[in-house]
């Protein structure tokens, strides 16, 4: 059975074990250090080198390759690798960085693969619950990139208890798209299918005409993307309702799903995407939408064995309905940062909540709905403004593909929205008509001061808007 192919090879379970094997021995033969970096797009590459890292019982660090060669170089130098292993597409940008790298097609690795089949594999490596597997790192933006120390009890309970709690059973065959050096990538792109023994379609990087050729192609059964993406299927002249045939379940997460884009694709493709909830230190996966528990707007119910908690700014916890910070308790949550123990004590407290910096509400049913972030609450004439709240009314205009608030200085207010829209394909949309809509649902002092049309936005490597950039295009 196939367990992951691109558009290059493909993989069986019993080759991917084979070729895993090979690149455990590889490690060790590079270096004697305990973290080896990896530097792969989605691929049938990943999964085998990864699984070599920790059969070779060493902390994987997969690096995003996305990055200025300036801030991966602080990543590299903050996990302390000796060694990368990566690819030619990558040479130029490895080249700068403050390790060796080995890339993988300079490597004898058919005639070690045959060599391999001649030989027993070796044990697997007696490793503890607690210990770290992956060290993932979630701002290698700043000055001081921080990583998020996964063990093998984080990675494997959240691959389980979000398999259950989706009710997801073989056979399957599962889309990955987004990139590995991302928690949702490394988890819902490569361990949750193989954990649950399912056939992985990876596409090493996405386009709207990827995407759809490979899930009408390998007739996609799951499929776990980000809003971004999904808006920009929806986008593509070619997607046609039959080549989505396939697909029993949808997730979106990493940022809010617009109501547009929720509709769009049901109506366009009869696909119901179902929002999730995770972060980097929850493993990520902390709530989902299920086929069977399912509630528009909402990021579905906790997985199991998580524990979600609303509270005040006093850490008070609010009755059912009432607005604060999320906080998440469970076996998912991370060990910590890799050697920033205050930092760590910031965010895990003494009873193991880890404090997201979310905002966000449960309903009666217990269904959690993301309404903010704390930093990026705004403060407008010393009313609390939280930016999702504007981009949700923004986004049910018709016109309106996607919207993104950020909050700048005002002399009257303090503070003022502005929003950056990205219209509907085709649809023609101005500010002063978007501000009287705003008017009809919010409060006055919310509707956005100015409202910036534009056909993209700077956006992440999993395409998340980046709002901190946004500033630089007022």
């Not at 196939?2 to 090879?9: G, K, L, M, P």
């Not at 829209?421 to 919010?442: D, H, M, N, Y």
Request: one cysteine or more.
């Amino acid at each position: 059975m196939v367990a992951v192919e691109d558009s290059i090879r493909a993989l069986t379970y019993r080759q991917l074990t084979r070729l895993s094997v090979v690149f455990s021995r590889l490690v060790r033969q590079e270096t004697d250090a305990d973290r080896v970096a990896v530097m792969l797009p989605a691929s049938a590459a990943f999964p085998a080198v990864l699984f070599g890292v920790l059969w070779a019982k060493r902390i994987a660090v997969p690096l995003n390759f996305l990055l200025h060669a300036d801030e991966l170089a602080r990543v590299v130098q903050d996990a302390g690798v000796e060694v990368i292993f990566t690819i030619h597409h990558f040479q130029e940008l490895a080249g700068q960085l403050p390790a060796r790298a080995v890339y993988l097609e300079e490597l004898p690795l058919k005639r070690m693969m045959l060599f391999s089949m001649l030989r027993p594999p070796p044990p697997a490596p007696t490793v503890q619950a607690d210990d770290t597997a992956v060290i993932l790192y979630t701002s290698g933006t700043t000055a001081e990139p921080k990583g998020a120390e996964l063990t093998y009890r984080n990675l494997h309970s959240n691959c389980i208890d979000a398999l259950a709690s989706l009710d997801i059973r073989r056979p399957q065959t599962m889309l990955n798209v987004l990139p590995p050096f991302h928690v949702f990538g490394l988890t819902a792109g490569v361990l949750v299918p193989i954990a649950l023994g399912a056939t992985v379609a990876a596409v090493p990087r996405f386009s709207p005409v990827s995407f759809v050729k490979t899930v009408a192609g390998k007739r996609v059964t799951v499929m776990m993307a980000i809003p971004s993406m999904y808006a920009a299927v929806l986008k593509a002249k070619s997607a046609t309702r039959e080549m989505f045939q396939s697909v029993k379940l949808a997730i979106s997460g990493g940022e809010p799903l617009s109501d547009s884009v929720r509709q769009g694709f049901l109506e366009r493709f009869g696909v119901r995407l179902g929002e999730g909830y995770g972060l980097t230190e929850t493993s990520p996966v902390v709530s989902a939408c299920s086929e069977s528990h399912y509630r528009d707007g909402s990021v579905g119910r906790p997985i199991r064995h998580a524990e979600v908690q609303i509270v005040d700014v006093e850490g008070r916890e609010v009755s059912r309905g009432g607005v604060g910070e999320i906080l998440v308790r469970g076996p998912g949550v991370m060990k910590g940062y890799y050697r920033k123990p205050e930092e760590t004590r910031r965010v895990i407290d003494s009873e193991g909540w880890f404090h997201t910096g979310d905002i966000g509400r449960r309903d009666d049913d217990g269904f959690l709905y993301i309404t903010g972030r704390a930093k990026e609450m705004l403060i407008i004439g010393g009313e609390n403004v939280f930016p999702r709240e504007i981009e949700a009314v923004l986004e049910d205009h018709p016109g309106v593909l996607q919207a993104a608030v950020i909050g700048v200085a005002d002399d009257a207010r303090g503070e003022a929205a502005v929003a950056f829209v990205i219209p509907q394909p085709g649809a023609e949309v101005g500010e002063e008509e978007l501000k009287r809509f705003a008017r009809k649902s919010i409060a006055g002092f919310k509707v956005p001061k100015r409202i910036v049309i534009r056909e993209d936005l700077p956006k992440g490597p999993t395409g998340k808007i980046l709002k901190r950039k946004l500033h630089d295009l007022l």
